[in-house]
């Protein structure tokens, strides 16, 4: 694509321009069926594809484990304020929503990798295992509106409980709903507790 703050890799198109906040899915390398049907050829619909196949919690769900998922959120929480500011996040057991603002010196791939290599090295080493953690490709969708950015924040929050690892949003120890109620002096529960 060559429309100024647009590029693609392959099949998905990203936008990458400052200061606009960007819903982010990035799922581990088991976590889709191989191949996105042909009959979705937007790629609105491809994301949203995406978001219910990973909501399945199919394949190593490793994620799933305490220690790991903290790695994630760890390298979440580590450049908020400096690369992207965070408005919302959820680590599942299969892969991971945040929601963040564009509006510092980095791109929105350069962010993702640095995300995907420091977790995946982490995992691996604590794992004792080798190769691919990550999916080649990320899902982004950028929020037009006050009421999108609501329904987002929303969304990302509850989506534990959707998928009935949790009643509420807050119970889930790898998230933003779990951050906040822990800043107000609760405790937090996680994905085995």
């Known amino acids: 694509m060559t429309h100024a703050g647009w590029r693609s890799r392959g099949y998905l198109p990203h936008c990458d321009e400052r200061g606009l906040v960007q819903h982010i ?5 088991d976590a889709l069926p191989v191949g996105i049907p042909p009959s979705l050829t937007r790629p609105d619909l491809r994301a949203d594809w995406a978001d ?18 903290e790695i994630v959120q760890t390298s979440l929480l580590r ?14 057991p299969t892969h991971v929503h945040v929601l963040a603002e564009l509006g510092f010196d980095a791109s929105l791939a350069s ?14 080493k604590r794992e004792d295992r080798r190769g ?3 999916r080649r490709e990320y899902f982004d969708r950028y929020m037009r509106s006050e009421d999108q950015f609501a329904n987002a924040v929303a969304y990302i929050e509850r989506n534990p409980v959707a998928a009935g690892l949790c009643e509420t949003p807050e119970e889930w120890a790898f998230s933003s709903a779990s951050r906040r109620r822990t800043s107000a002096g609760e405790g937090a529960g996680g994905p085995d507790s």
């Open 52 to 69: 219910e196949q990973l909501d399945r919690g199919v394949g190593c769900r490793l994620l799933a484990k305490p220690q790991n998922a």
């Open 132 to 134: 691919s953690l990550w």
């Open 25 to 29: 899915i990035f799922g581990l390398f």
């Open 111 to 124: 962010i993702v990798q640095t995300w995907k290599s420091a977790t995946s090295h982490a995992i691996n």
């Open 79 to 92: 450049d908020d304020g400096e690369r992207y500011a965070l408005a919302a996040w959820c680590v599942m």
